[in-house]
């Protein structure tokens, strides 16, 4: 059966392109320093949103047209992986990402949840010896069924911990029987409502002791992949553990998990918790533990997640921009954690959304990597802190002065003259370079 009659396989038609359904910028077979497109940004579809989520929100049902939708249960998580890969093949993206209960429903008991699994797992193996598509990563959900009301591995119910750790060994191992290159692990509601009921040192200790064990598991069973920690700040619980990449690094130093984590940043997260984007993929990335990206944008307007497909050509430059100065993705890739929007229920939707989304990163790369190759920022990152190169600022960089020596250098200035930091001039030279670029493809 077609799920997608009426769409063809996606191509490359470049910027004067007035086909909805072709790239016009992401060029899959452009080399960029090596790389194609396609290898360097590993594109990924997200199963919820694309397959599972049917627009619902608070305030009204569903609006999603799906035609997978006239099955159930067992029957339509068949329909869905067809479906999938019917898409993944046309769209042409290399990875897709999974959670537990996107692949397959719930059954009366973990053990029949399990089986259902095994069944359609069973399935998408068998489309994967047929196609290009990988299991960028996988996760179990642990936060939507009301088993999960207090939290999960943070839960004050060892059931409930107990239960949460049998999710993550099957996925564990479905992840090494899909060649999964790396695991999520998104604490939905570890955190808290009111501390006036919370223990948060043991919460923290038993969310960390969790991560030990499947630390061990994934050992023990010889499942390599890049563990991934995905921060978010609220909603739905008041804090949580995760709240940004910040609080992240200082939670895995702690209790020393920070050699097997590394982060998946998604872009509304960043915003939700009072970062940019590149605020978050920086400072994982100065810390080392840049892993990969869940390629989406919020509404500012909003303070909710509202997983917005990304279009925000300045937001992927400056993305693109870290990613870059990290060396790329690695194991990771750039995941579209991202649904159209409740107006958009058509089910070629889809493949328009995803479009907008890869060809704004596509030109988010091409000027990011112009950026760098120019030195058109670091040149005046360098000359603003040039201070530090020679001097008192060289002697303090290296460690060589102390409290005494720093006042006696203070002591001896007549006067201290700064220069501006010229941030307009800065944010102009980055539109000149996105103009560039659409310049150069007309």
């Not at 290898?39 to 609006?63: I, K, N």
């Not at 692990?185 to 043991?202: A, I, Q, V």
């Not at 940004?244 to 020393?256: E, K, M, N, S």
Request: with cysteine.
């Amino acid at each position: 059966m077609a799920y997608f009659e009426n769409v063809n396989k996606i191509k490359f038609e470049g910027a004067k392109s007035t086909n909805p359904f072709a790239f016009k910028f992401y060029n899959p077979e452009e080399v960029i320093n090596g790389k194609t497109m396609e290898e360097y940004l590993r594109y990924g579809v997200a199963y919820w949103h694309t397959f599972t989520a049917d627009l619902s929100d608070p305030f009204g049902a569903g609006t999603a047209i799906r035609n997978w939708d006239k099955f159930s249960e067992m029957d339509q998580a068949k329909a869905r992986v067809e479906g999938a890969f019917e898409f993944f093949e046309k769209l042409g993206v290399p990875y897709f990402c999974f959670h537990d209960v996107d692949i397959a429903p719930e059954g009366n008991s973990l053990a029949e949840s399990n089986k259902n699994q095994d069944i359609i797992v069973s399935m998408i193996k068998d489309y994967m010896k047929d196609s290009k598509v990988k299991l960028l990563w996988n996760t179990a959900n642990n936060f939507t069924n009301p088993r999960f009301v207090h939290g999960a591995a943070s839960s004050n119910n060892a059931d409930v911990f107990a239960y949460s750790a049998a999710k993550v060994k099957k996925q564990l191992e479905i992840g090494k029987e899909l060649g999964g290159e790396n695991y999520v692990f998104w604490g939905g509601r570890e955190g808290y409502e009111s501390l006036l009921n919370t223990d948060l040192k043991l919460e923290q200790d038993n969310l960390a002791r969790f991560f030990h064990m499947a630390k061990d598991y994934a050992k023990e069973i010889g499942f390599g992949a890049q563990f991934l920690i995905e921060p978010k700040p609220k909603e739905p619980t008041t804090h949580q553990y995760d709240f940004d990449v910040a609080t992240g690094i200082g939670f895995l130093r702690t209790y020393g998990l920070e050699d097997t984590f590394k982060f998946n940043i998604e872009a509304n997260h960043a915003t939700l918790a009072g970062h940019t984007f590149e605020h978050e993929l920086r400072t994982a990335r100065i810390n080392g533990m840049l892993g990969s990206v869940d390629a989406n944008q919020g509404d500012p307007l909003l303070g909710w997640d509202t997983d917005e497909f990304p279009t925000d050509l300045w937001s992927t430059t400056l993305a693109m921009y870290e990613i870059i100065k990290n060396g790329g993705l690695g194991t990771g890739g750039l995941n579209f954690d991202a649904k159209v929007r409740r107006g958009s229920f058509e089910q070629d939707d889809l493949f328009l959304s995803h479009i907008a989304g890869m060809d704004a990163f596509a030109v988010g790369y091409k000027v990011a990597n112009k950026l760098i190759e120019d030195k058109a920022l670091d040149s005046f990152i360098e000359e603003r802190y040039s201070s530090y190169t020679s001097g008192i600022g060289k002697d303090i960089v290296d460690g060589n002065t102390n409290f005494k020596k720093l006042e006696d250098h203070a002591l001896g200035l007549n006067e201290i003259t700064n220069k501006s930091g010229r941030v307009e001039s800065i944010k102009a030279t980055i539109n000149q370079y996105l103009l560039t670029a659409f310049a150069d493809n007309k």
